[in-house]
């Protein structure tokens, strides 16, 4: 069945619908002004080149006991499994959910049955290729209790564009997380399409790095609708040159007795220019409600610059709900607490940076990884 | 050695164009306490500062050397390297920085290549343990979330860690009680006697005679209004635990 994925998700019409969607809805960014120089309602895009399976995916560490296969093989083998998540947390109502929802057919499925535990990470790489524009989607199911650990990466993609989504629908007591690390070359743009829903007593824990291209966009966005549910978006994003960075995260409690807690840790120089949105709902009967915001910026140079926004809406009362957002430069108490120490004035910058990022570097899985991740933001440092 | 000792020499600086420091004439030599005892306000921590290399403290005359070497010009960083060391009175908190991490660089910064990985953490135990520090201090991030306690015992460790030629401690004393006094004095106690540190010379300036009955001290100078007006021996501490720095202020004729 070459083509499962039409025959059983996403038919002509289906397409269709969501490329009219994408058309037709607002990015909901704000417009260009001072600093950011990109309108995101108005890319310069030739939807008449797209095509559904550009790019490559390799799939690396598949669990046994998991299934883990792409996306057009999931259709055609497991097509009742991926139907369960599959355009069911609500990607493809965002304008760019809708336009990767329209060309999708690159990406990978994971399924994790009932307490099943896939701690190490299984890597979904996409490869893009020069001046490609590709559509990847990213489609988790754990079943009741099951853990697993996904780690995306994005990587090469001169001049390319890239427009994901990434489905999580993790079922009662499951643990998804799911890291992303996008080192995409400094000329590529991604728009990006994160949605969860977790059951009763389940915790998805999102962790974003967007490290390269020249636009990155990404949206994250976590419906609780089950008591117990949890949260957990850990973002960080370093624009450097002329890189722009627009990332908004969701968190929208629906129901009562639901955690959520939100790291994000940007900082800019050269250029770079980057905006985040944080958007915190609490509804009315969502009683015993607790969400944590914590929002931090560094700005190393003055033509960098970074807006921040935590946006709260918080109809019920009886909830704790934290948010702290603070944008400046590096503090030179701390840099010259570490000169006099012996360490010279470059390395004591470089520390006090990366040191900022930490608190978000740690929430991602594996030393290694982390490690990868502070080599990367070392390797952006002037 | 006619050069050896920490040399300042006739040294005005301060903040801003406000000049704090009038002519400061001080010699710490090797293996020698002094202290700097003032009341608040007469430029003790300016003099630390300065002699640390602070930027926004600038020197405007006179010298400071270091066992011959002129420190004033100098990065701070390089000072540190050519053996000093400044105990902070409010140390910066560096979330994201472990404390263990830190001092590893430090040690590295200061004494290149001397200790391999697993020496050097054996030595940090070692002082640990012997400034009754918790382990889990060293995965703690530097000073985040410290107690003042806890940022003195952290600034005392590093001083063992570095065995400095010359250490200066600012205020180490202030917000501490008796027991992490004990401790201080303990600390510096320790460095003298130990092979790399029993050379050390140290200022040690504080506003309180009480940290000198814990660090025995050879010598004690007074600052009022960014001069030296007295200096004695360990004797001038108990003049100014009985009478204040008022007896002094009046017959050096400093303007209150």
Known sequence: MPNALEDRLLSGAARAAARERFAATPSGRERPGRYWKVDLDALDLDLSTFSPDAGSVRIENPHPRAIVCELRAAAAEHGALLARAFGVTGAAETKFGALATAFAGLGAFVYVPADAACDEPIVITYSVPAGAAVFPSTIVLLERGARATVLERFEGGDGAFVCGTVEVVASERAHATLASLQTLAEDARILTTRTAKPHRDATVAFATADLGASLAAGEVKVSIEHPGARAEISTLFFPRGNQHVDIVSTVDHRVGQSTSDTVVKSAATDRGQARYLGNIRIAAHAQGSDASLRDDALLLSKNAHIDSVPALEIAANDVKAFHGATVGALDLDAIFYIESRGIPRGAAERMVTLAFFEPAIERFPTEGLREELRAALAAKLP | ?256
Not at chain 2, 186 to 195: F, G, I, M, W, Y
Not at chain 2, 224 to 247: M, P
């Open chain 2, 1 to 256: 050695m006619s050069d050896q000792g920490l040399r300042v020499t006739n040294l005005h600086a301060g903040v801003a164009g406000n000049e704090i420091l009038k002519g400061i004439d001080l010699t710490i030599e090797p293996g020698k306490v002094h202290a700097l005892m003032g009341p608040n306000g007469s430029g003790k921590s300016t003099l630390a500062f300065s002699l640390a290399g602070h930027p926004l403290y600038q020197v405007t005359q006179g010298s400071a050397t270091l066992d011959g070497e002129e420190l004033l010009g100098l990065s701070a960083d390089k000072r540190a390297r050519a053996g000093l060391f400044l105990s902070f009175q409010y140390p910066a908190a560096i979330p994201g920085v472990k404390v263990a991490n830190f001092l590893h660089a430090a040690r590295q910064a200061v004494r290149p290549g001397d200790l391999t990985p697993s020496k050097f953490r054996a030595m940090l135990f070692e002082k640990m343990d012997s400034l009754g520090m918790d382990p889990t201090f060293m995965g703690r991030y530097l000073n985040d979330g410290f107690s003042g306690g806890e940022k003195k015992r952290l600034e005392m460790l590093q001083l063992a860690v570095l065995a400095p030629k010359y250490a200066i401690l600012d205020e180490t004393d202030s917000g501490l009680d008796v027991d992490a006094l004990k401790d201080v004095g303990e600390s510096v106690a320790a460095l003298r006697a130990s092979a790399e540190g029993q050379q050390a010379g140290f200022l040690i300036i504080t506003h309180y005679p009480r940290i000198l009955q814990h660090i025995t001290a050879d010598v004690v100078h007074v600052m009022i209004d960014g001069r030296i007006v007295k200096t004695g021996g360990a004797e001038l501490a108990n003049l100014i635990e009985r009478e204040g720095y008022d007896a002094i202020r009046e017959e050096s004729g400093a303007v209150a």
